[in-house]
């Protein structure tokens, strides 16, 4: 984990992905320690819901996540624009969501690097289920779409050069 968080530091522009409860936010945390900006989608959403989106239809805490996500590159551009290195802390769980982000950096002649937090089911699972929805990194998610996470989720392919770190 040090050594990854190290290779991280050396960027402008760092993209955590992962599955809920792999440790993204733990490792962001540790970059933001070392001067970084991190930028949250569950800050966002968190921000504007509260505990009420866990409550929501599926449907539309997809909708939602979708919201944060565009607030989420206008958040990066801005960071970006003004010098700052930023540590992006969302799930990036499609390879199309990562290429856009990483297509972004590139515009404004960055070269990202994408930190992908590796774990296995059954210790996301212990992880989740200790959460109380209290904040932002504290959101409810339900065994059901964990699972649909973790098999949806997109690992990334060798051409995205990430860093790959064994959750904590």
Known sequence: MRVAIEKAKEAQVVIMCGVSGSGKTFFARRLEQAGFCRISSDDIVWNK??????????????EIFME???ELVQQMV???DTGNK????STMCRRS???QMRALCISKGIQPVIVYISAPLHILKERVSERKD???DDLIVDK???YRFYTNFEIPYI?????ICNSI
């Open 49 to 62: 819901y509260g505990s009420d989106f866990t409550h929501f239809p599926l449907q539309r805490q997809k």
């Open 68 to 70: 944060a996500q565009h």
């Open 78 to 80: 801005s960071l970006i």
């Open 86 to 89: 930023v540590v992006v802390d």
């Open 97 to 99: 969501k990562r290429d």
């Open 134 to 136: 209290t904040g932002p």
């Open 144 to 146: 059901k779409n964990l």
């Open 159 to 163: 051409d995205e050069n990430a860093i």
